[in-house]
């Protein structure tokens, strides 16, 4: 039988909500994730306008092809045009495509890498402070109803904002 069983069980919650909230390596890892999101939404729209001058220009072409002054060598001619626009434009699709998905793999592989070490880091703190002193610590989300139970929270909260950079224990101040 485990040795708490004898004991009468000591229990927490910890609210992960706030920890990300405020601490100052979840907000910067969240800082960084968005700016990332930012830049890749700013190249695929970028990409998305390559590929709208190519449509518009092949739209121009179609138009051409349909007036009646044309010669058969200049129909000819624009034919060519136009096949090697709708060629250009199927490898642009593909190309932004591809780009789009890797970007996305890459980014919510950085994303969960990142969580991955923040977890690491608030576990370890929660580890310190429940340490000899609670038997169980519940994520305060996971329960419908806690009052008398210990909120660990702030504790946990202070030990990893300890190495704060300046600027971001004056942000949690305000």
């Given at each position: 039988m485990p040795a708490w069983s004898q004991e009468k069980a000591q229990f927490a919650v910890l609210?992960?909500?706030?920890?990300?909230?405020?601490?100052?390596?979840?907000?910067?890892?969240?800082?960084?994730?968005?700016?990332?999101?930012?830049?890749?939404?700013?190249?695929?729209?970028?990409r998305e306008n390559?590929?709208?001058?190519?449509?518009?220009d092949a739209k121009k072409l179609q138009d051409d092809l349909q007036s009646?002054?044309?010669?058969?060598t200049k129909k000819k001619e624009i034919t060519g045009q136009l096949k090697d626009k709708l060629s250009e434009l199927d490898g642009r699709q593909r190309m932004a495509m591809d780009f789009r998905n890797q970007s996305l793999m890459v980014l919510q592989k950085s994303q969960a890498n990142e969580q991955e070490n923040l977890m690491t880091d608030i576990n370890k703190a929660l580890g310190t402070v429940a340490k000899n002193k609670y038997t169980i610590v519940f994520a305060k989300a996971s329960i419908p109803f806690s009052e008398g139970i210990d909120d660990i929270t702030q504790q946990v909260l202070g030990l990893l904002n300890k190495d704060a950079p300046a600027a971001s224990k004056k942000e949690e101040k305000k």
């Open positions: 609210d992960y909500s706030i920890i990300f909230r405020d601490f100052y390596r979840a907000v910067e890892s969240k800082q960084r994730f968005e700016k990332k999101q930012e830049e890749l939404k700013k190249d695929m729209e970028e390559a590929v709208n001058q190519i449509m518009k009646p002054a044309l010669s058969e």
